[in-house]
C-alpha cells in the first residue's frame, strides 16, 4: 500500500533584489542648461537665478533612477525668488543698521539669528515635499522648536568649543533631516551615532593636520641634517606635494566617510540602503575636475557636476524588504485619502 505523498512545502516568496540608483545625466546636455541658466542670471541681475534652480533640480532629480524611474521636483521659482529677496533683505538691512548704529544692528542680528533656524526648518520640508518618485511625494515633519536646537544652540556649542562640538552637531542636524523624513506616509530613520560622526571627523582631522606636519618636520630635519643642495631641493618639493596633496584629499576623504555613514545607517521603514563610495575613486574625480575646471577657465564646472553625481549616486543602494511596487501602491494610496497639504504663503527655500 502507497503512502500518499505530502504536498511541496509553500516556500516564501524570495527577497527583492537589491536596487541600485543610477544616474543618466550627460555633460554636454546639463551644459546647455548651465550656460543659459548663468547668462539669463548676470542679465537679470540675479533674478532668474531662482528659475536656474529649479531647472537645475529638475535635471539632476530627473536624471536619477531608482529601479527604472525618475525622481522629479516640483518647486515653484517664486517661492524660491521669495525667500532669497527675504535672504538678500535680512543680510544688507543687518549691515546697514551696524553701518548707521552699531546698537541698531546688533538688535537686528539676534532678530536675524532668531528668524533664521524657523527659516530653515521651512527650507527643508520645502525641499521635500517638492521632491516625488513615481507620484509620491515625500514630506517633512520637523517642528521649529527642534530646529532651533540644531540650527543654533548645537553650531553655537560647537563654535565656543573651537569646534570641538562640531561632530555633536552635525550628528544632531542628520537626525532631524532623517528621522523627520517621510516617503507618502511612511517615516525614515537614521542610526547613526554620535561617535560615528567622531570617528569621520578624527580621521579626517588626522589626514589634514597631522600628514601635513609631520611631512613638514621630515622635511626640516632633512633640511638641518647637512644635505646637499640637491637633496634639499628634492625633500622640499617632494614635502610641498604631499602638504598639498594632504589638504586637497580632506575634502574627498571627508565626503566619502560621511555618505557611507549617513546612508548606510538610513532606513525607510523596514528597507535599507547601502553606500560604498570609494575615497580612492571620489579623489580622482575631484582633482580630475578642479585640473580641468583651471585649464577651461571655469567652462568645465557642469561637466564636474555630472561626473560626480554620477558617481556618488551610482554608489547609493536601496535594500527594499518587499516588492517596490506594492509598498509605492500602499503610499499612493495613503496620500490620496488624506490628501496633500498645501502651504502657499509658507512655501519658501532659502538655501541656495
Avoid at 533640480?57 to 522629479?72: K, M, V
Avoid at 560647537?158 to 552637531?169: D, I, K, Q, R, T
Wanted: hydrophobic letters at 50%; proline letters at 5%; glycine letters at 10%.
Amino acid at each position: 500500500m502507497e503512502t500518499p505523498s505530502l504536498p511541496d512545502a509553500v516556500l516564501p516568496p524570495p527577497p527583492p533584489a537589491a536596487e541600485p540608483l543610477q544616474f543618466t545625466g550627460n555633460g554636454a546636455e546639463y551644459f546647455r542648461i548651465w550656460i543659459v541658466n548663468l547668462a539669463l542670471t548676470i542679465v537679470t541681475l540675479g533674478i532668474y537665478s531662482a528659475w536656474a534652480k529649479v531647472r537645475r533640480l529638475q535635471y539632476f532629480h530627473r536624471n536619477t533612477l531608482l529601479a527604472g524611474s525618475g525622481f522629479d521636483y516640483h518647486g515653484r521659482p517664486l517661492a524660491i525668488l521669495k525667500g532669497r529677496i527675504i535672504a538678500v533683505v535680512m543680510v544688507s538691512g543687518t549691515n546697514f543698521l551696524f553701518d548707521y548704529d552699531p546698537e541698531y544692528g546688533l538688535v537686528a542680528l539676534v532678530a536675524v539669528i532668531a528668524v533664521l533656524p524657523w527659516l530653515l526648518v521651512r527650507s527643508i520640508a520645502f525641499r521635500l515635499r517638492n521632491t516625488s518618485w513615481r507620484g509620491v511625494r515625500f514630506d517633512f515633519h520637523g517642528a521649529g522648536l527642534q530646529g532651533y536646537r540644531v540650527f543654533l544652540v548645537w553650531p553655537l556649542l560647537a563654535l565656543v568649543s573651537f569646534g570641538l562640538l562640531w561632530p555633536s552637531a552635525h550628528s544632531r542636524l542628520v537626525s532631524f533631516q532623517r528621522n523627520h523624513a517621510a516617503f507618502g506616509g511612511s517615516r525614515f530613520s537614521f542610526r547613526g551615532t554620535i561617535g560615528d560622526f567622531y570617528k569621520v571627523y578624527l580621521l579626517t582631522s588626522l589626514l589634514f593636520s597631522v600628514v601635513p606636519v609631520a611631512l613638514f618636520a621630515l622635511v626640516m630635519f632633512a633640511l638641518s641634517a647637512g644635505a646637499s643642495y640637491s637633496v634639499q631641493t628634492i625633500m622640499v618639493s617632494i614635502g610641498v606635494v604631499c602638504f598639498y596633496g594632504a589638504l586637497l584629499s580632506g575634502g574627498p576623504f571627508l565626503v566619502s566617510r560621511l555618505q557611507n555613514l549617513i546612508w548606510n545607517r538610513t532606513r525607510l521603514e523596514s528597507h535599507e540602503f547601502r553606500s560604498d563610495v570609494k575615497f580612492g575613486k571620489l579623489l580622482w574625480i575631484t582633482l580630475g575636475n578642479l585640473a580641468l575646471t583651471i585649464i577651461t577657465l571655469g567652462l568645465f564646472r557642469p561637466f564636474a557636476a555630472i561626473r560626480t553625481a554620477r558617481y556618488r549616486v551610482g554608489c547609493v543602494t536601496l535594500i527594499p524588504s518587499e516588492s517596490l511596487e506594492g509598498f509605492v501602491g500602499r503610499r499612493i494610496e495613503e496620500v490620496g485619502a488624506v490628501g496633500e497639504e498645501v502651504g502657499e504663503f509658507l512655501d519658501i527655500d532659502i538655501a541656495l
